[in-house]
């Protein structure tokens, strides 16, 4: 079955850190792009930082130097490192795989829950 699986959610003080992982089962990361995108209560989803098959990155104005995305292909994983999380980054983060020769995302995770409040 082709599945993307997010993990690494949960509960963090402002100013702390979380690593999320996106894995895949039935599906290849290499060569690929992937992004995490989030979505708030209210909100619109929105593009959080993604990764091309050839390391190129592109992140959101708003985490920029606190969010890090990374991959490793032989893993079939992408990460997202956040670092100095502010309550507004509070949201479900969803990871989402689209092929190279296309735009649109061919597939999505269930998401995982970011919770950052004091």
């Known amino acids: 079955q082709e599945q993307l699986v997010e993990s690494g959610g949960g509960l963090v003080q402002p100013g702390g850190s979380l690593n999320l992982s996106c894995t895949a089962s039935?599906?290849?990361?290499?060569?690929?792009?992937v992004a995490w995108y989030r979505q708030a209560p209210g909100n619109p989803r929105e593009l959080v930082a993604s990764i091309a098959g050839h390391g190129d990155t592109n992140y959101a104005d708003s985490v920029k130097g606190r969010f890090a995305i990374s991959r490793d292909d032989a893993a079939n994983a992408v990460y997202l490192q956040m670092n100095s999380l502010k309550s507004e980054d509070t949201a479900v983060y969803y990871c989402?795989?689209?092929?190279?020769?296309?735009?649109?995302?061919?597939?999505w995770g269930p998401g995982t829950q970011v919770t950052v409040s004091s």
């Open positions: 989402a795989l689209r092929y190279t020769t296309t735009l649109r995302w061919a597939y």
């Open positions: 039935g599906i290849v990361f290499r060569f690929n792009t």
